[in-house]
Every structure is written in C-alpha cells, then in structure tokens.
C-alpha cells in the first residue's frame, strides 16, 4: 500500500437522514457567527449536544452570500478555505432566496466534515435545487426558518 502524500487528493460525501426536523423561526437579522451561536442554542434546547454532529437547513432570504463552486482546475497545490478557492468559481449575491444545507461538527470531526479550525460545513442551493456551492460566508434574514432534526 503506498501512503499518502501532500498532493493525493479525495472526495467526502455526508449524508444524514432525517425522519422529523423541528422548524424555528429566525428572530432577527443575523450575521454568520450571530448565526451560528443561535443555531447551536437552539439545538442544545432540542438535545441536540455539541459533542455529536448533526445536520440542520435554514429556508429563506439571504442577505448577503458569498460561495464557491470547485471548477475542477487544478492550482497547483492542495488545500481548504481561501487556498482552495484558487481553483474556483466565486459568486457573490445579495437579497437571494435560498437554502442552506449543513452540519455542526464536533472537535472530532473537525477538519473532516468541516475545514480545520471550523465547526460548520455550509452549502447553499437555489430554491429549485438547480444552483449549489460551498458557503464561504453568508447572512440570515428574519422570518427566515431553521430546521434542526428531532432525536
């Protein structure tokens, strides 16, 4: 078996399936990381603990959005987060309904289903699932909804 070396590359697909997802209402305007410590106060309320990943949506308007699509041309070197976005397409749009699609990762999985050092992995789709990519950076509007998944 040959090892692996800084230049080998994969590809990881999560999945989770969810029989019910609670849905809460957005109750301001949010910023990612405003965002993400409400997301996690509420999945703490639904049992939901920070040291087991789970899935979660959020339906609506977002404000701001920034994401990336990987083109599939090589840069040269490997990488995540901004070297990655070497070899890809970056969009940025404003006041664009959509959904997002992602997982809170536990410090054990960090760096594999999330980018080391994070604690989401983010994807954004169109509301007709004809457009997606990674979420670099976003915002949430109110009245928007979370869906947390029921245990």
Same mark, same amino acid.
């Given at each position: ?19 019910? %997802? ?44 920034? %994401? ?84």
């Amino acid at each position: 078996m040959k090892g692996a070396t800084q230049s080998d590359e994969t590809t990881l697909l999560a999945t989770a399936t969810v029989s019910k %997802w609670a849905e809460v209402d957005i109750p301001s305007d949010m910023k990612q990381r405003e965002f993400e410590a409400f997301l996690r106060r509420e999945a703490r309320r639904r049992d939901l603990v920070d040291s087991t990943p789970y899935p979660f949506l959020v339906k609506g308007t977002l404000p701001r959005m920034t %994401w990336h699509v990987v083109t599939g041309t090589s840069a040269g070197h490997g990488g995540h987060g901004g070297a990655a976005n070497a070899q890809s397409r970056v969009c940025e749009q404003k006041a664009a309904e959509g959904i997002l699609i992602g997982f809170y990762s536990d410090e054990r999985l960090e760096g594999v289903i999330s980018h080391t050092g994070e604690r989401f992995h983010v994807h954004l789709a169109s509301p007709d699932l004809s457009v997606s990519g990674h979420a670099d950076a976003y915002e949430v509007s109110k009245g928007s909804k979370l869906l947390l998944a029921v245990r």
